[in-house]
């Protein structure tokens, strides 16, 4: 039995070794010329039924491409007729409304059997009148949907200074970004036209003059969301006011802010909602597609497409810092000699990546320098934490020759100095800015889908102590104490923490018990162990983990789903860093990634694991979730909700979590090695 042992470790060594050099190779054959990667940002087709929606708008309609498009949509369309918001989603209506209304648009004829199954499906949902405010909003820039029956946002609340409550930076970044331009276009309320034949109509469940407009009223006047409601209903009678130059100068200054806030590559926030909004804004204001904003806008938009075949697709955002310093860390924790040309290249990019002009976070975080990095190659106003964390840990590994030594060291002391300003007030840290909290601002009438605030999460803090932990720093350094006891007080009692920007509690805790052991944290505490015992626990009998996107909204499905390579690697990741190396899960999952690994050193993952707004308004994890009638009930269709497919996790976590085994494997004493059982 002893003998019978032996040779299963030593065969799972050298498939881990087989494993690892085919992923870096792979890796090494995507590197861009510059030094970085990227791979796609997949998410839902609302991105390409918008951008349809949006050349209409702009009047730069390129046929050829709209045909394109609809073909790409088409591919996405379930079988019941339906589009979903992530991979084996349920139907949801609004994605539905808006794909259904774009090939329409696009000269899609609603005889087909494809049109007449997603009619069927949209109805059977209750029709247009059932769809969320940002769906209601596109129909009306069409005439497809009364102005009405769409919220109120005033574009005075740009006067409002940073003290008063319901200003734009009490709201998230992309929220902030999102709501100025949108406070123009409720308020203006444009309309372009659509043919006669492309209007849809056919997807009301009955005449459209005989529809309630008036936006459903809360429960509970004494609420939040009773007494913004209430609102509401004076801001209308505000709007009708016909002289009203305050409300002229607010717009014109809520352009200003509009147009100061573009990027270099011409995006707003560097993601799709605020981009698209700042766009249709600046266009209705006057803007000629031959001005620069404009110009710089749209092509930059277009920049996000992928063309494959005879279809046509877009980015919600791109990725390539987060990319690069994943794969950094991925190559180098395997092994890969950090004066390697690829690791040589790929730390000089980023450290040209590091932002040190100012940006929104200055509002709340005064005294302290620039020195953050960003997501995507333009995001210069909204550096985030997650990435600084992730690309400091990747400089960590990484040296450099002669003077740029010192770029880099200088770097990262720049970068943990902007990190620590960030803390938030509970310990934690959050993505964009700092003690972006206050729960009222997800109340306004129009938060029926994403996030509206930037609270502190568990992954992102766990991603800072880690890093800190990495460069030297104990858990007796103050930031990190206090970030100790904001992440045990955000653990589950069954043992697991909730992945904000991760699905889910698999990516939670493959993030915090990595921090913890880091910080040289004693790994056989109780709560650490409970950790251990829910990830053993939702192993899947193939030896990889899983879980689903559903998790957010039922409980049933936390760390339940099929496997897939990026969150069987976190689950590793959790492991080893509690120090299962020998454990026999531990080894199903590597053996797991070894037999899925394809041909090319990829893995193959069509499930989303990546989140961008698990679509409860407030932005961090419910006590307990909502129920069926609760405002912010979802279903598995997650309506509210924006899942990604990060095109790129299923290389980096994986060669991550088998470089940090193997490493073990080779230190480990022979008295550490588990007898078999």
Not at 190 to 198: E, G, S, Y
Not at 477 to 490: L, T, W
Not at 510 to 525: C, R
Not at 530 to 541: C, L
Request: net charge negative; proline share 7%; aromatic share 12%.
């Amino acid at each position: 039995m002893a003998e019978a042992h032996i040779e299963a470790k030593q065969d799972i060594l050298e498939a881990m070794e087989r494993t690892i050099q085919r992923s870096q190779e792979y890796l090494l054959s995507v590197q861009y010329s510059d030094g970085y990667w990227w791979g796609e940002l997949e998410s839902n087709p609302t991105m390409e039924a918008e951008y349809l929606l949006l050349t209409h708008f702009l009047g730069v309609a390129d046929r050829d491409r709209w045909r394109m498009v609809a073909n790409y949509i088409l591919t996405k369309q379930q079988d019941d007729g339906s589009w979903g918001q992530y991979y084996g989603a349920p139907g949801d209506i609004s994605t539905s409304v808006e794909c259904y209304f774009a090939l329409k648009l696009a000269g899609v004829s609603p005889d087909r059997l494809e049109m007449r199954k997603a009619r069927e499906f949209i109805l059977s949902k209750g029709g247009v009148p059932k769809a969320r405010i940002f769906t209601k909003i596109w129909l009306s820039l069409f005439g497809q949907w009364d102005w009405n029956g769409t919220p109120m946002m005033p574009p005075e609340l740009i006067y409002l200074p940073s003290w008063v409550p319901f200003n734009i930076y009490e709201f998230s970044s992309w929220a902030r970004a999102t709501i100025v331009p949108i406070t123009i276009i409720l308020n203006e309320r444009p309309l372009c036209p659509v043919p006669q034949w492309a209007q849809i109509d056919d997807l009301y469940p009955e005449p459209r003059d005989s529809i309630d407009y008036s936006l459903p009223r809360p429960k509970g006047l004494f609420t939040w969301r009773g007494g913004l409601h209430i609102a509401d209903k004076f801001l209308r009678l505000y709007h009708k006011v016909s002289v009203n130059p305050v409300r002229k100068r607010a717009i014109r200054e809520a352009m200003k802010w509009v147009i100061s806030h573009q990027e270099a590559d011409g995006s707003w926030g560097g993601i799709q909602p605020p981009w698209v909004y700042s766009l249709i804004a600046v266009k209705h204001m006057g803007y000629t597609m031959d001005d620069p904003a404009m110009k710089q806008g749209f092509e930059g938009f277009e920049g996000f497409a992928i063309q494959e075949g005879d279809t046509w697709r877009l980015q919600a955002c791109v990725s390539p810092v987060w990319d690069t310093c994943l794969v950094m860390i991925g190559l180098l924790d395997s092994g890969m000699d950090p004066s390697s040309p690829a690791i040589q290249k790929a730390t000089r990019w980023m450290l040209k990546e590091q932002i040190l002009s100012g940006g929104d976070w200055q509002v709340k975080v005064r005294d302290a320098e620039p020195g953050g990095w960003a997501f995507e190659f333009e995001n210069d106003i909204y550096p985030d934490v997650d990435d600084t964390a992730e690309v400091i840990m990747a400089l960590d590994m990484a040296r450099l020759d002669g003077t740029d030594e010192k770029w880099r060291s200088q770097a990262i002391e720049r970068g943990v100095r902007w990190t620590l300003a960030m803390q938030c007030k509970n310990g934690g840290w959050a993505a964009f800015d700092k003690d972006n909290d206050r729960s009222y601002a997800a109340k306004i009438p129009f938060s029926d889908f994403g996030e509206t605030l930037d609270p502190p999460s568990v992954d992102v803090a766990a991603h800072v102590v880690e890093m800190l932990g990495k460069l030297g720093y104990r858990g007796d350094f103050p930031p990190i104490e206090r970030a100790c006891k904001y992440i045990k007080d955000e653990q589950e009692p069954d043992g697991p923490w909730f992945g904000r920007w991760g699905v889910n509690y698999i990516y939670g805790t493959g993030a915090v018990l990595p921090a913890l052991e880091a910080i040289g944290e004693d790994m056989s505490q109780p709560y650490i162990r409970k950790a251990v015992d829910w990830v053993v626990a939702h192993q899947n009998p193939d030896g990889g983990w899983g879980e689903s996107c559903g998790s957010y909204v039922d409980a049933s499905l936390q760390g339940v789903g099929p496997s897939t390579a990026s969150q069987t690697a976190w689950a590793i990741m959790s492991l080893i860093a509690a120090g299962e190396v020998n454990n026999p899960s531990t080894e199903r999952g590597i053996r797991y990634l070894a037999d899925t690994q394809q041909e090319d050193g990829s893995w193959d993952e069509p499930y989303f694991t990546g989140t961008g707004f698990p679509g409860y308004g407030v932005g961090q994890r419910f006590q307990k979730l909502p129920e069926p009638g609760d405002p912010e009930y979802q279903g598995l269709e997650m309506p509210a909700g924006f899942m990604i497919n990060y095109h790129m996790y299923r290389n980096s976590w994986p060669l991550i979590a088998l470089g940090r085994y193997r490493r073990l494997i080779r230190n480990r004493k022979p008295s550490d090695e588990a007898r078999p059982g």
